[in-house]
């Protein structure tokens, strides 16, 4: 096991009703901006839960934060924050909304122009933000949990990411009660980004990390077993509740401590979402495979121990165990009606890896993947094999 350091300062507050107790978890004489997306809260209920709770505070609102935040909405954000001297800011929303909050944590206490946060050479930010918390509507991403974020610029075709140690949540409320209102397709996107997020951390190399090992696991397993109950018509608070915490676990930081990870997936994917908008999770449904396979001689025996292990396929050769797994991986996707090709996405994709590898070439990302030799022509194979 590697060495490691683990400090999550998150405090959870899991379960119906929980909105209501926000007013506790904010220091008095806040003055708050609410920050959220296209208005889905005003529909389910959140939206008054949250005022309801916050009615003693110095309260604001910033609504219409897209889907993959957008930095040039994000500004207008910024500039209110300014003006008003708000101190404190809370997230109502997905992994957008939250992305989207944690940039405006980083850059309101930030000097010089906000995008050289996520641009060499600064992509983190060291210090402490301004505090935040956050109100979870759609499981998928984690961002609820832990201190990265992505932000969108539509302008220059770019998605990056960024993060650092002061930008997790001071709290999260997790009620599995705003489940019933997603959109499946939005349900099968948080099962599918979950489930990668896992397979990240954990499709590398066997590692002596026994725990961790198992606990992604057991968050694959609850995962597959959750799905099909969430994607049914009838709400289920209990396998919502499952599919909320599985997703947060999937990338709070604990099962990454002690192994190497891997991320690459990520990286190809949010360029498909920056060139042709395609939703984050289904960008990684389409890379995984591809990636999987075209770097078979490195991972085939976690391939293997996930067929194992995940599906219980018990026969067969490494290799042919490692492929059933990849199979099955795939299967799983389709399960959810989320298609694994380039081409069920976008018809004119034929210059997708070329644009991939001059990217990240650009941007000098030449060496990607748990052991930091994938190049970007190697990416540009796994982009054109998930043609
Ligand atoms: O905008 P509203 O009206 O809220 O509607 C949203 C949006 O249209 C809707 N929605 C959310 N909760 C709902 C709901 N509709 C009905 N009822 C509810 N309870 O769902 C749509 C998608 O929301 P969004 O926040 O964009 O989805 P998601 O949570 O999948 O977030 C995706 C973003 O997170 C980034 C992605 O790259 C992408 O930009 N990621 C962030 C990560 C992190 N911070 O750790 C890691 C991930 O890998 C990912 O990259
Ligand atoms: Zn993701």
């Given at each position: ?5 683990f ?6 507050l899991?379960?119906?009703g929980?909105?209501?107790?926000i007013e ?7 003055k708050?901006l ?8 005003k ?5 008054d ?10 309260f604001y ?6 889907a993959?935040?957008?930095y040039?909405?994000l ?5 209110f924050?300014?003006e ?9 929303g997905?992994?957008?909304?939250i992305?989207?909050?944690?940039f405006l944590s980083?850059a309101a206490?930030?000097?010089g ?9 600064v992509?983190t930010f060291e ?7 956050t ?7 984690g ?10 610029r539509?302008?220059?075709n770019?998605k990056l ?7 997790f ?5 997790l009620?599995?009660?705003?489940v019933r209102s997603?959109?499946k397709?939005?349900i099968?996107?948080?099962?599918t980004d979950a489930y ?5 951390q ?5 590692s002596?990390?026994d725990?961790q090992?198992?606990?992604a696991?057991?968050?694959?397993i609850?995962?597959q077993q ?16 499952n599919?909320?915490w599985?997703?947060?676990?999937a990338l709070?930081?604990?099962?990454q ?22 939703d984050?999770?289904?960008?990684l ?12 001689e490195t991972?085939k ?5 996930y067929?194992?292990?995940v599906?219980n396929?018990t ?7 490692a ?6 991986m795939?299967?799983?996707f389709h ?8 081409s069920?996405y976008?018809?004119?994709?034929q210059?997708t890896?070329e644009?991939?590898?001059k990217?990240?070439?650009e941007?000098n990302?030449?060496g990607?993947?748990?052991?930091k ?6 990416a540009y194979?796994?982009v054109?094999?998930s043609y």
């Amino acid at each position: 096991m590697l060495n490691f350091e683990f400090k999550n300062p998150t405090k959870i507050l899991f379960g119906k009703g929980e909105i209501a107790k926000i007013e506790k978890e904010i220091p008095e004489g806040a003055k708050i901006l609410m920050i959220y997306g296209g208005g889905s809260i005003k529909n389910n209920g959140v939206y008054d839960q949250v005022r309801k709770a916050l009615a003693d505070f110095e309260f604001y609102e910033f609504g219409g934060v897209p889907a993959n935040p957008e930095y040039e909405v994000l500004i207008n954000a910024l500039t209110f924050i300014k003006e008003k001297n708000i101190n404190y800011l809370l997230a109502v929303g997905g992994g957008s909304v939250i992305d989207g909050t944690k940039f405006l944590s980083a850059a309101a206490q930030y000097e010089g122009e906000p995008w050289e946060i996520l641009k060499k050479p600064v992509r983190t930010f060291e210090g402490q933000g301004m505090p935040f918390g956050t109100i979870l509507t759609l499981p998928a991403t984690g961002s609820e949990m832990n201190s990265g974020y992505v932000i969108s610029r539509r302008e220059t075709n770019e998605k990056l990411s960024s993060g650092g140690p002061g930008l997790f949540p001071q709290f999260s409320v997790l009620d599995p009660e705003v489940v019933r209102s997603i959109p499946k397709n939005q349900i099968a996107n948080g099962i599918t980004d979950a489930y990668t997020h896992v397979l990240e951390q954990y499709m590398t190399a066997p590692s002596s990390a026994d725990l961790q090992e198992r606990i992604a696991e057991s968050i694959l397993i609850s995962l597959q077993q959750t799905a099909p109950k969430v994607m049914e018509e009838d709400f289920d608070y209990d396998a919502a509740g499952n599919f909320m915490w599985c997703c947060t676990m999937a990338l709070n930081g604990l099962i990454q401590k002690g192994v190497i990870t891997d991320w690459a997936v990520h990286a190809m994917g949010h360029e498909l979402t920056a060139y042709y908008g395609i939703d984050h999770a289904r960008t990684l449904a389409i890379i995984a495979p591809s990636h999987y396979r075209y770097n078979f001689e490195t991972k085939k025996e976690k391939l293997a121990q996930y067929a194992e292990r995940v599906w219980n396929i018990t026969e067969g050769s490494v290799e042919e165990k490692a492929e059933a797994g990849i199979r099955k991986m795939e299967d799983f996707f389709h399960s959810l009606h989320i298609q694994t090709r380039l081409s069920d996405y976008v018809e004119d994709y034929q210059n997708t890896a070329e644009r991939v590898k001059k990217a990240f070439t650009e941007r000098n990302w030449l060496g990607l993947g748990e052991y930091k030799a994938l190049s970007p022509e190697d990416a540009y194979q796994i982009v054109e094999m998930s043609y």
